[in-house]
């Protein structure tokens, strides 16, 4: 994070929990539908005056509505102002959009879930999507860059500084489920030559640390990739040893073409903080820390909960019909054509069920149960393909298991 994402995150609040987000989000719609209702007041109440004076008075009792609200949302944190922008309507979302700082722009729309980054976008011209992103990261523009018009990713760009803009370059040049589309290019490194209180001097030339610094990378004189110094034997070794003496040569390392998810995997299974990304020839390009595994893992949750649901896509809360039934059609003409099957096998047996009237009260009790053990059956392999724990020698098995009746 840079210098300046630091100071923003300062100078707002601090980041909160569900609750103080939804408290976030109970404000706003508050003072959303208190500016309706009084203006609503105002212009029923100065239908006598001329059209000129009754004009003024409602842009003055808009403009003071907009600069409360215009505070308020100032005083939010960018995740929680996501988490707002996501549950309010389109149109009330678009008014509380207008009201954000353009310097708050940036690390909102890196916050908001893909489809409601998508609204914000459409609403905002090349000039403000280039104002709302000219000073993220070049790792922060890749991430970006999909949802962006070509003609502001290549403007960022070209605003950027040399050694920037090839980050920027190769971060686009990776799969976008690979490692290096993820990566952080915000890293420390160091020779394994020198000693500790070299690497001490060293750091202490920073204003600040990257963010999820716990290791300080090793790299040899071509800059391939040696090993790691955790920062905790940094400050407990002699400040005459040798970083070759007292670093962690096993180290997890990523490629930059690994897939992103089985990483994130790692981060989870290790415990760990961040991990070096190399390239093919094993020098150190850049870094992945846990907070983008996180996310990763998030994403990956959110896409495998769509897919039991019959969603293709992440979809909007206040997505338009249309919208909606393109997402969900597939989805939904699958279980009609099962629906009809079903109803076709019943009749055939409509003879059976007007003799034995029973039958007919059974057949919710079935469709019900097979309906929840099939949901249970569902959820648990979904959770196990996630996890990498169906292989293909045990594959055969949990389908015999999961298709033969109980004995």
Known sequence: MTQEHQNLHEAGASPKDLDDAQKALAEVQALLRKQQVVESMVHNQQNNLNPDRQS????????????ELAQKVDQLHPADMAYV???????????VWDM??????????????????????????????FAATESLDADEIAELAPDLPQDVVDKLASSLPQQEREQLRTAMSYPEDS????????????????TLEVVLRYLRQFE?????????????RSETFQGSLPLDRLLINEPEA???????????KLEALDDMYEAAQAFER???????????????????TVDEALDVIREETESEI???????????????VWESAKNRWLWLALNLCTAFFASRVIGTFEGTIAKVVALATLMPIVAGIAGNSGNQTMTLMIRSLALGQVTSSNLRLLLKKNSRLPE
């Open 56 to 67: 003024l008075v409602e842009e003055l009792v808009h403009r003071q509505h907009l600069s």
């Open 85 to 95: 922008l996501e549950s309010l309507p389109l149109d009330e979302r678009l008014v």
């Open 100 to 129: 954000v700082r353009s310097d708050r722009d940036g690390d909102i729309l890196l916050e908001v879930s893909d489809s409601v980054r998508e609204t914000l976008i459409r609403s905002m011209d090349s000039e403000e999507l």
């Open 179 to 194: 490692v290096g589309a993820h990566m952080d290019f915000d890293i420390i490194s160091i020779r394994d030559d020198v």
């Open 208 to 220: 600040e640390l990257p963010e999820q610094t716990d290791q300080i990378f090793v790299i040899d």
């Open 242 to 252: 040798l970083v070759s003496e007292v670093m962690s040569r096993d180290v997890l």
């Open 270 to 288: 290790y415990d760990l903080v961040s991990a070096p990304v190399l390239d093919h020839s094993g020098k150190l390009i850049g870094r992945i």
């Open 306 to 320: 769509f897919s039991t649901a019959g969603l293709r896509e992440e979809e909007d809360l206040f997505a338009s």
